[in-house]
């Protein structure tokens, strides 16, 4: 009698023993979660931010931006260079070379093809750092007027939305852009924003060039 009592006894005592152990490993999963997520925060924040150009394909280089130019495996070409105020760049064993008026992939082009005699299957990126050419204005009656970097496609109304809209007591109908052409002379582009956002006159509202100045009186 007393082995069978000691047999019972240690089962129950065995099977409390499963128990505790079945509810820590419950419990164990969140800790672990939780001990992963600051593993990932962690690693996240000592992680270096994530470069790379952020204009457009068709972006245009010009006078005063800052290229990024690496060849790989080739750190004595590679660096940081300006535009030139004449739209050329000097780089070794490129020599010089027009970058103005030509866009990143345009310039990768041809800066490959004059490192053919030097380097083999020669691999170019050319990255935009610095916008300084590409600007256009915002004047008047709006919430923040100045200049704006002319990274990807603007229309007028794009413009205005990034100047954060009219101020009170704007002429809404009465905005107009200048432009001025390659020979000097200057132009007055009207836009009826009204008219504009009703699906009327839908071409006033058209793509920003570099120097484009809009006014809102």
Request: proline letters at 5%; charged letters at 20%.
């Amino acid at each position: 009698m007393n082995k069978i009592l000691q047999v019972e006894f240690a089962g129950i005592i065995f099977f409390g023993y499963v128990l505790v152990t079945a509810a820590q490993t419950v419990s164990n999963p969140a800790k672990d979660l939780t001990d992963k997520s600051v593993v990932v925060i962690e690693n996240t924040i000592g992680a270096p931010p994530a470069t790379g150009g952020s204009v457009s394909e068709e972006f245009v280089i010009g006078t005063g931006d800052v290229l990024a130019i690496n060849v790989w495996k080739e750190t004595d070409v590679s660096r940081v260079v300006p535009v030139r105020s004449d739209g050329r760049i000097s780089l070794p064993l490129v020599g010089e070379i027009q970058a103005g008026g030509h866009t990143p992939k345009q310039l990768e082009t041809e800066i490959s093809a004059k490192l053919k005699d030097y380097v083999s299957e020669p691999e170019v990126t050319v990255i935009v750092q610095e916008i300084k050419s590409q600007k256009f204005n915002v004047l008047g009656m709006v919430m923040k007027p100045g200049s704006y970097v002319l990274t990807n496609p603007t229309t007028v109304l794009d413009a205005i939305a990034m100047a954060g809209g009219f101020r009170d007591f704007a002429k809404q109908k009465e905005v107009y852009v200048l432009r001025r052409a390659s020979d000097g002379k200057q132009t007055r582009l009207p836009f009826n924003y009204k008219n504009v956002i009703k699906g009327h006159n839908s071409g006033q509202n058209v793509s920003l060039l570099a120097n484009d100045t809009i006014v809102v009186p």
